[in-house]
């Protein structure tokens, strides 16, 4: 249910007004930048439920960067964040998934000047399938410093100002922390506005629910191997399993339940698959605030990696406090494949 303040509900909008109360100094640009990504997510959101109806199912035709192929909502959704973000002022640069490189706006060095970076549309594999897909995104300040766009861009996610996602799931809903708790929206398709539905939100500190594409798992480094059959064999942990294939859908499920995500070192790729910047940065700083915990090699915490390059990828253990502490018991050199 929606949640009411005096008998009214409470918009994402008028939530971040109420928390910019909290700073006599605050401009109001970051409310009118997190307006851009408000207003392309519901975008996005219109077409996702309008896919089967409309053009928007299969492949593009085209590989982004990282070698995979784009879809025609990854590249809707990637021109509808570009295009409402191109136009806010206080946007200094903007980092997409789907682009080779960061794009500078404006050379932009005001204190509120900010770098968003996104994830245009999570787990698009699942689009064609009526699955669960989200968009991710998170907020970092411009440095005020002149420096290379590179040099800018390249902050750990202990830097993080904001992130967050939005799940197009069975109603469409938005997640969001600016390390004042974390807090979820759910888009109101009647009013056209993303109303309060959780506050505070915290994740259980554990469960017995555990979520990794296990069909990869003779590619996954031993002591992964060793913590997995831990999990589900009923003298061990005695699991059960969720995986969707959606980050965002997984992540959310844990969320609110509680459990453990793992996308593990493996063969093909020992760096891991996801991306620090676009997926794992954000839902740490997410995880974190709600209590959680998220990792990668060698158990580092996620949000203390520094990036090397925009499109770095990582492992990433994330979830509910205990459970990711009982996997790094197992997992001590994560790397080693
Ligand atoms: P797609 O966007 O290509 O569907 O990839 C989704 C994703 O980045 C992430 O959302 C999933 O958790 C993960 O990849 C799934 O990867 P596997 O298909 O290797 O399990």
Redesign the pocket.
Known sequence: MAIKRDGHFVTFGQHIQEQQQKYPNASGQYSWLLSGITLATKMIASYVRRAGLIDVWGEHGSTNVQG?DVKKL?IIANDALKRTLGYRGNVGIIASEEDNEPRVIQDVTAEDSYIIMF?P??????IDVNVS??TIFTIFRNPKEIQSTEKSVLQPGSQQVAAGYVLYGSSTVMVYTDGNGVHQFTLDPQFGAYLLTRENMKMPDHSGTYSV?EA?LHRFPEPYQRYLHWSKHPEGGGYSSR??????A?FHRILIKGGI?L?PPTTEQPGG???LMY?CNPLAFIAEQAGGKAVGAGGQRIMDIQPTDVHDRTPLVIGSSKNVEEAMRFIQEPVRV
Not at 243 to 248: A, D, E, Q
Request: glycine share 12%; proline share 0%.
């Open positions: 995979e990854d994830d549309l999570d787990g698009s594999s699942n897909v989200g594409n990869y995986y969707v294939g959606s980050l965002v997984d995500f996308y698959k996801l991306r997926e």
